[in-house]
């Protein structure tokens, strides 16, 4: 078994019910899991074909953060579709969302979203 994870990368988005959230917009930090059967051929070759470019799904987690969503879960979704879509080997991937800043009253550090998916087929 095998993992890639990206930790904390931090964005500039326009996500929110509320149109002030999508003029004003806010920092989010995203968290991906993924696993992945084998990336020993990868460790044993030192080569980029045999792996998952962790830069390949960076770029995918930007792209998508751009197309602006009142949901966060929407977004997420988006993210790990697109990702299982380009790497379909990939065997799960969680995903979780922060927005630092979320309208709320009171002081709050975050409000996050959690979402994972299987792709491995039910034996």
Do not use: C
Not at 6 to 24: C, F, Q, R, S, T
Not at 88 to 109: A, C, F, H, N, R
């Amino acid at each position: 078994m095998s993992k890639i994870y990206l930790e904390d990368v931090k964005i500039y988005a326009y996500h929110g019910v509320l149109p002030e959230e999508n003029i004003i917009g806010a920092y989010y930090i995203l968290n991906v899991e993924l696993l992945h059967t084998d990336l020993w051929k990868a460790a044993e070759s030192d080569d980029l074909n045999d792996t998952i470019s962790y830069a390949d799904i960076n770029e995918i987690i930007h792209d998508e953060m751009k197309i602006k969503s009142k949901l966060l879960e929407h977004v997420v979704g988006r993210i790990i579709s697109k990702i299982h879509e380009k790497f379909p080997q990939i065997d799960y991937i969680k995903l979780k969302i922060t927005k630092t800043s979320p309208p709320m009253d009171g002081e709050v550090k975050g409000a996050s979203i959690e979402l994972e998916k299987s792709f491995k087929p039910d034996n």
